[in-house]
């Protein structure tokens, strides 16, 4: 924003103002990423400024970012309820967005259910405190995690590493690595302080039944 050059607003102000955290109004701010349609309006009714005084500009700016860089996706940051739940994403379930590599996100490989076949491939979640301590050291806190709902099979993604999933636990989105054993999804954590958890399969459900998707990228810095 002019105002920010200009130096007559600060970030720190701009956070205070709009409730949002002062690193997610940086990155805003430096383009590193997206904020929500609603975002957008709080940034706007905080400076008392219209979508039509800065439309013009903003466009210009996107402009020189795809000539500049390499082709991107937008991925939509949810809630955890949401990423289990919603197979296609209404606007009002998108937190913000953050914008991904094209061609990192065509590379993955899909191994869909049939369940989820036809649901919205990526989207990404964040990651709170009690996700990243049991997933300590691949996880900090505010982490995003891209999941890959189309990747629903308990096959190992790599050979000799272990995959990372989002998985159904009751109404809880945990990110884990995943074993199958005797009727059971064994979800081990990272950090050895957390004990591993137990899932215990009914007569007519298969481990994709609760495979949210595969974890394919982790972003520490949004």
Known sequence: MRRIDRGTLTG?????????????????????????????????????????????????????????????????????????NEPRLSPGAIIETIHVSASRLADNRARPSPKNIHWQRFVAVRADLQQAAAMEPMLAPGSIAVIDRHYNSLAPYRVQQPTLYAVRSGHVLLLRFVDFDQGCLILRPASTSTPAQLIQLAVDETPSDYLVGRVCLLFTEL
């Open 12 to 84: 720190t102000r701009l956070a205070q103002q709009t409730g949002f955290r002062q690193a997610h109004i940086s990155n805003f701010l430096n383009k590193k990423r997206a904020l929500s349609l609603e975002g957008l309006d709080r940034v706007l009714a905080a400076q008392e400024l219209t979508i039509e005084q800065i439309l013009p500009l903003e466009l210009t700016a996107a402009s020189a970012i795809l000539e500049n860089h390499e082709p991107t996706e937008t991925v939509p940051v949810v809630s955890p309820s949401t990423a289990m």
